[in-house]
C-alpha cells in the first residue's frame, strides 16, 4: 500500500522509462574514472543535471540577468516574471493551494530553520514537546534542540522499529496536549523508508500539534501532495530534484505563515521602514529577505518541469525495479547487513560489509567508477539505533540502470576478496 498523498511505487503497465534517451540529458553521466564508466549511486547527496537546467541557467545569466521586483526596466522586468513564474509551477509541484506560500529558500535545512525560530521560538513554552522520528536527518533535529533550548521546549524522539519503520504505537502515546510540533521525513535519506505521512499528521492534528515534512528525499522520486497529506509545512532541496544548489522551498498554510514573523530582516521583506519602526510585506515576501538566488530559481523551474515530464508513474515504477534488484543481489554477497528494509521504501540500500569499514569500500568501489556514500549520512542516531558506526548506501536515480547494479554488486565482491 503507498502511503496517501504518493504515487505508489507499484510497477505500471503503462510506465515505461526510455532510460537510455534520458541518460543523455545528463552530459555529467558520460564521465569516465581513470577509463571506467560513472556508476553515480549517490543520489540521494545530490543528483545530477539535466540539460535543460543547464540551459536553463546559462541562458539567465547570459541574456537575461536582473535583478527582481525593483526595476522598471526591460531586463528586471522580464527577470521579475521568469522568476514568479517558477512560484506558480512549485506551488503545481506540490499541489499546494495558493503560490502565496511557496517561500524560495537556500534548500531543506534552511527551510526547517526558519520554522523552527518563526513559528517554533514564538509559540513554544517551556514544557512543550517538539517530536521527531529516530530517522531524521541531522537538519530536522538540530535546529528543534536550538529552538528547545530558547524556549524550554523538549525534543523527544519517536522510536523506530528493526525494520527502520516508524514505531507507530509508540507514536500515539507520546501524543499528548503538550505535543506542539511533529518533524517528520517523507523518505529517509539513511533508510530509505517511506513513512506514512499523511496518517502521523492525522494523528498529531488530534492533540494540536502542527507538521512539518522534511521533503527532501521525498520530491525528486514521488509526486508530493500536500493537501492530501494534510501536514502544515513541507520542505525540499532544489539539488536534489535535478535542480541547482542554493535554492529549496518551503511550503506552508497561509493562516500559519501570516502569522509567524519574519526570521530575517531586509530589502525586499518589508513595507515600510522608518526609525520609529517597519512594517513587513505580505506573503511570500515577508520570508524573503535580500536577493534571492534567482538564475538558481530558473533553472529548479527547469527541472521541476523535467521530472514532471517524464512523470512520477514511471519514475516510481523504475525506482522500484532497480532498488528490487539490487536489494536481491546486495543482499546475497556473504557478510553484507542491510540497515533499513521498511515494507514501504524508496531507492536507497544503506548497508554494511563484514570485515570491510564503508569508508574502505566507498574507496574500493571508486576504484571502479563506482560513486557511492559512506557515513553516517547526516543521521547519527539512526546509526546509533542500529548499533553502527557508518554504512555504505547506494542512492538511485531514474537514469540509474541494472547494469549500473551489477557493476556495484561485483564492486562488493571483490572488496570482500581485497580483505579476506
Ligand atoms: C532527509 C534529508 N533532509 C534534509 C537534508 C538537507 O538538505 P539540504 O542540505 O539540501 O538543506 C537532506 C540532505 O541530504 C536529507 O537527505
Not at 503560490?99 to 535545512?109: L, P
Not at 538540530?142 to 523527544?156: F, H, K, N, S, Y
Not at 535519506?189 to 522534511?214: K, S, W
Not at 508530493?224 to 497529506?229: G, I, P, T
Request: net charge negative; glycine share 10%; proline share 5%.
Amino acid at each position: 500500500m503507498a502511503t496517501a498523498g504518493t504515487a505508489p511505487l507499484t510497477r505500471r503497465p503503462d510506465a515505461t522509462l526510455d532510460v537510455a534517451a534520458i541518460r543523455r540529458d545528463f552530459p555529467i553521466l558520460g564521465t569516465r574514472v581513470d577509463g571506467k564508466p560513472l556508476v553515480y549511486l549517490d543520489n540521494a547527496a545530490t543528483s545530477q543535471k539535466p540539460l535543460v537546467v543547464i540551459e536553463a541557467v546559462r541562458k539567465f545569466l547570459a541574456e537575461e540577468n536582473a535583478n527582481i521586483h525593483r526595476g522598471v526596466h526591460f531586463l528586471s522586468e522580464r527577470a521579475t516574471l521568469a522568476f514568479d513564474a517558477v512560484r506558480d509551477e512549485a506551488r503545481d509541484f506540490l499541489n499546494a493551494p495558493a503560490a502565496h506560500e511557496v517561500i524560495f529558500v537556500r534548500g531543506t535545512t534552511e527551510a526547517i530553520n526558519l520554522v523552527a525560530q518563526s513559528y517554533g521560538r514564538t509559540t513554544l513554552r517551556p514544557g512543550d514537546e517538539i517530536l521527531l522520528t529516530t530517522m531524521e536527518h541531522h537538519s530536522n533535529i538540530v535546529p528543534w534542540q536550538l529552538v528547545a533550548g530558547q524556549t524550554g521546549a523538549v525534543v523527544r524522539a519517536i522510536p523506530i522499529t528493526d525494520a527502520g519503520e516508524v514505531d507507530l504505537d509508540a507514536y500515539r502515546k507520546m501524543l499528548s496536549p503538550r505535543t506542539r510540533i511533529v518533524g517528520v521525513v517523507h523518505i529517509s535519506n539513511a533508510l530509505g523508508t517511506i513513512n506514512p505521512v499523511a496518517e502521523m499528521t492525522r494523528l498529531a492534528h488530534e492533540v494540536g500539534a502542527v507538521v512539518l515534512v522534511d521533503g527532501a528525499q521525498a520530491a525528486p522520486h514521488m509526486r508530493v501532495d500536500v493537501q492530501a497529506l494534510g501536514c502544515d509545512f513541507y520542505a525540499c532541496s532544489g539539488h536534489k530534484v535535478f535542480g541547482p544548489t542554493g535554492v529549496g522551498i518551503l511550503w506552508g498554510r497561509t493562516a500559519l505563515l501570516d502569522a509567524m514573523p519574519p526570521w530575517q530582516g531586509g530589502g525586499d521583506m518589508i513595507h515600510t521602514v522608518s526609525f520609529s519602526g517597519s512594517t513587513y510585506a505580505a506573503l511570500p515576501a515577508k520570508f524573503e529577505a535580500g536577493t534571492p538566488a534567482i538564475a538558481e530559481v530558473i533553472g529548479l523551474g527547469a527541472a521541476l518541469r523535467y521530472i514532471r515530464g517524464i512523470g512520477f508513474e514511471a519514475i516510481g515504477a523504475w525506482e522500484h525495479e532497480l532498488l528490487s534488484r539490487a536489494t536481491e543481489l546486495v543482499r546475497a554477497v556473504p557478510g553484507v547487513r542491510l540497515i533499513g528494509t521498511a515494507r514501504e521504501k524508496a531507492g536507497v540500500l544503506s548497508f554494511t560489509l563484514e570485515g570491510v569499514h564503508p569508508h574502505d569500500l566507498g574507496t574500493i568501489l571508486d576504484a571502479d567508477g563506482v560513486a557511492i556514500r559512506a557515513g553516517h549520512h547526516c543521521a547519527q542516531p539512526v546509526m546509533e539505533r542500529f548499533g553502527v558506526h557508518a554504512t555504505a548506501r547506494a542512492s538511485f536515480a531514474f537514469y540509474n540502470t541494472l547494469e549500473e547494479i551489477d557493476v556495484l554488486v561485483r564492486g562488493l565482491h571483490r572488496a570482500r576478496e581485497v580483505f579476506a
